[in-house]
Structures are given as structure tokens and as C-alpha cells.
């Protein structure tokens, strides 16, 4: 038998050299079912380390490389950066975006007030980016925000109202169109948020900074003020300079499913009840009307939405024994002529109160007409790639989606009502402040 003769490492590499050949990164579908090839991989760029960051950063470090991690308190980051010991870290995002030109895609998981321009950046910059909710802070900004994206139209955007490619709500959408629960001309959403300080004055208390914060770039576009461990690293949510309180934090989830399955749109008027008002923060909680026309087939709709754990009048079908709300952190209550349903947060488990309709719906499910996807995450990389569309883009649908949700921190802050054109979401009413729409950022930020 004969003996294979064995080639040096030094003799294939000039064998190859001399036929004229190179190496290439061999294919995903050569390599076989499941592996990722390097070339497929994104270099991911992180606005935010910390807080909501990690899960987002998370929900993507399987299938890519995490290339760059920013944010200007390295302890609040250093989880992150304890995961992803390889990524780059900087506190300032500008100069990751400036420096870094390998950065194919940007998550935006950074307090609302610099959503906006840590996205307009990054978009300018050619990335894919992928914003949490709320989109923006103000609807001047979401509207800078939706131009930039559709002048983009090769680059994936995604908000993260990570329910919005959950099951749940095509479920929902697909037991409403198919007439389970009748028409429905009412909507209720509760949550039990704010679950941090808010109905509260300015801090008075002096504070030094900590050393691993760089407060002045934790403020970014915000007006000047001293630091205070009342804004950061989480309470930011129920300070106006910084977030949009429970309506603004809770609402792109809550009531997404209705606003897709009832293609709402701008609402025509907001009524806004509150408890007591404070200059510089969100009240301890609200409740807001939202008035939406008929619209092609559809008849008017009302949306009610509740926070500070109001909840919604217990349906008749719910006997006094059993809890109301099933669950109190938040979900939605769907009035229709024919029956109800209700659902969770992101628009999970939706239920028909009618017992006996819910049996026959678990018998003989509805068909499905709307395609099922992994996550969000999943969505948006596969878009990036070139494969589909993401569900929740900045100009296609978020962005008209958090515009309608600010609408109603706009009746809460002026404490009652405010009239809408239905065509284009711009307010009609007198006397709001043009900063609360469009806000002016510090030297050094721009939109």
C-alpha cells in the first residue's frame, strides 16, 4: 500500500501563491446549518452600557460582535464591559462614532434625552441603528429623527417595543379582524409605573460627582444643572429634561397592539386629569383620553390610558372573587360589541373573557396571517443583512407611533386638553411652549 506524502505548511502557501489563488471567508451555507461565517458577523456599536443597554446588548451578542461599548459612567456600565472584555470602551459616543468606522450597526439604549441625537449620529453616519422606546423625547425631535431614516432607506432602523414582534400581538390582531370580539370603538391600557420619584421639585443638596461618571456628557443636549443622584443613574424617567414619565416609558409597549391592529394614527383631541402638577417633573399619576376619528371601516375609538396603578372598571364578566386588573404592572382592555379581551404589557397572553369563546378559539385557533419572527433583535439583524424589514422602523412605524404616545405628555403637562390634526399630528391648540416640542440642546449637541 502506497504512503501519502506529506506537504509542508511553507510549500501549500506557495503552491497557492504561484497559481494565483487566495484565501476567501467560506460562506455560512458551505459551512453548514447553524454556523455563522465571520464575514456575516455585524461590529455592533453600544450607546449605553448599563440599565435597559445590557439586555439589549444581550439580545444581540449571539450571533455578533459587540465592537464598541460607551457610556459616560463606567460603573454603571461595568457589567457590560465585564462581559465583553474585547469591545472598545469610551464615555462619549461621539467619539466612538468618529473614531470607530468599522461599527456596522448602533444600539441607542441611553436615557431619552439623547436618544435623539445619538441616533441622528449614528444615521448619519451610515450605521443600522436600533433605538429603545420611546423613540424620542419630544415630537420635534421623533420627526428630525423620521427624515433622517427615510433618507436612509438602505440602513434598518428599529425601536425597541420589543412586543411589537412577539406572537401576542399578532394574535390580537388576528382575533379582531377576524370578528371575535365584534367592533371595537373603546380601549383601555393600565400600568402601574412610575416606579421611580417623580411628582417632586429640584433637588436642592449639593453632591459631588462621582469619579466614574462624566456628568457633563450625561447630560448631553439637556439644559446645564449640578448633578444629583436624583437623575442618575435611573431615576432620569420622571424629570421632563430627561424622559417622558410613565406614559412616555410604558406606552409604545402597552398600546402598540392597538395602535397597529386599529391603524389609529393621530388622535383628534387629548384629555388629559392628573394629580398635582410639578414645574419640572411627571405627576404621581394620570389619566388621558385619547379621541381617534373613524378612519376607512373602522368607527371612532377612545383610548384610555392609566398609570400610577389606575386601573380600568371591573368588566361585568369578571366576577368580584377573581383579581382585577390579572395583572397589575400593565396590559390593555378591549371593548368590542361582540366581546372583550385583555392582554399584558407587550401585548402577551391575550385572553377572551368570554370563557366559552376563549375555549373555541383554543380549539380552532384563528388561522394565522401575520408571519411569526425570532425577537426584535432578530428582525432588525436580519434587515441590516438585507433579509426583510423590521416591524417597528423609525419612519415606517415608531416614529408616528411615539409621536401619537407624547401627544399625550403634551395634555399632561399643559393639565387638560389639547385638539390634534388627525392628518399630521400637529397640535392646534395655543400656548405650548415651543420648547416642549422642539427643545433647544446645549452647544456641542445638534439635531
Not at 52 to 68: C, H, L
Not at 353 to 372: G, N
Request: aromatic share 10%; charged share 20%; proline share 8%.
Amino acid at each position: 500500500m502506497s504512503k501519502r506524502k506529506g506537504i509542508s505548511r511553507r510549500r501549500f502557501v506557495g503552491d497557492v501563491t504561484t497559481a494565483g489563488l487566495s484565501f476567501t471567508i467560506v460562506p455560512r451555507h458551505v459551512l453548514g446549518r447553524g454556523y455563522l461565517a465571520p464575514s456575516d458577523k455585524l461590529n455592533v456599536g453600544c450607546v449605553g452600557g448599563g440599565g435597559r443597554a445590557k439586555d439589549d446588548i444581550a439580545g444581540v451578542a449571539p450571533t455578533e460582535n459587540i465592537y464598541a461599548i460607551t457610556d459616560p459612567d463606567w460603573d454603571n456600565a461595568a457589567e457590560s464591559f465585564g462581559k465583553f472584555p474585547q469591545a472598545k470602551r469610551y464615555k462619549d459616543y461621539r467619539e466612538m462614532l468618529d473614531k470607530e468606522k468599522s461599527i456596522d450597526a448602533v444600539i441607542v439604549a441611553c436615557p431619552d434625552h439623547s436618544h435623539t441625537p445619538a441616533a441622528l449620529l449614528a444615521l448619519r453616519a451610515g450605521k443600522h441603528v436600533y433605538c429603545e422606546k420611546p423613540l424620542c423625547r419630544t415630537m420635534g425631535e421623533v420627526r428630525a429623527l423620521m427624515k433622517a431614516a427615510a433618507e436612509r432607506p438602505r440602513l434598518a432602523t428599529q425601536m425597541g417595543n420589543q412586543g411589537h414582534a412577539g406572537d401576542g400581538i399578532r394574535t390580537i390582531r388576528e382575533w379582531v379582524e377576524a370578528g371575535l370580539i365584534g367592533t371595537v370603538r373603546e380601549v383601555h391600557f393600565w400600568t402601574n409605573r412610575p416606579i421611580w420619584p417623580q411628582a417632586i421639585d429640584r433637588p436642592l443638596q449639593e453632591y459631588y460627582v462621582p469619579s466614574t461618571l462624566d456628568w457633563n456628557l450625561w447630560l448631553g443636549p439637556a439644559p446645564e444643572r449640578p448633578y444629583h443622584p436624583s437623575y442618575e443613574p435611573f431615576n432620569w424617567r420622571g424629570w421632563w429634561d430627561f424622559g417622558t414619565g410613565a406614559l412616555g416609558d410604558m406606552a409604545c409597549h402597552i398600546m402598540d397592539a392597538a395602535y397597529w391592529t386599529l391603524d389609529l394614527g393621530y388622535p383628534t383631541r387629548v384629555i388629559a386629569e392628573t394629580t398635582e402638577q410639578f414645574k419640572e417633573t411627571a405627576p404621581k399619576s394620570s389619566r388621558i383620553e385619547y379621541h381617534f376619528a373613524a378612519k376607512g371601516a373602522r368607527p371612532a375609538v377612545t383610548c384610555v390610558w392609566r398609570d400610577g396603578s389606575l386601573y380600568p372598571p371591573r368588566p361585568a364578566e369578571v366576577a368580584a372573587g377573581l383579581p382585577w386588573p390579572p395583572s397589575d404592572d400593565g396590559g390593555s382592555y378591549w371593548i368590542g360589541d361582540k366581546g372583550k379581551l385583555i392582554a399584558g404589557t407587550y401585548g402577551g397572553n391575550p385572553q377572551l373573557l368570554d370563557p366559552q369563546a376563549m375555549a373555541e378559539v383554543t380549539a380552532h385557533p384563528v388561522a394565522q396571517k401575520y408571519p411569526r419572527v425570532a425577537s426584535v433583535y432578530a428582525e432588525w439583524l436580519n434587515a441590516a443583512k438585507g433579509n426583510g424589514k423590521t416591524g417597528s422602523s423609525f419612519d415606517g412605524y415608531a416614529g408616528p407611533l411615539t409621536s401619537m404616545v407624547l401627544l399625550g405628555d403634551l395634555a399632561v403637562r399643559m393639565a387638560g386638553a389639547i385638539d390634534v390634526n388627525p392628518a399630521t399630528g400637529d397640535v392646534t391648540t395655543s400656548g405650548i411652549p415651543a420648547d416642549w416640542v422642539t427643545p433647544s440642546y446645549r452647544a456641542g449637541w445638534s439635531m
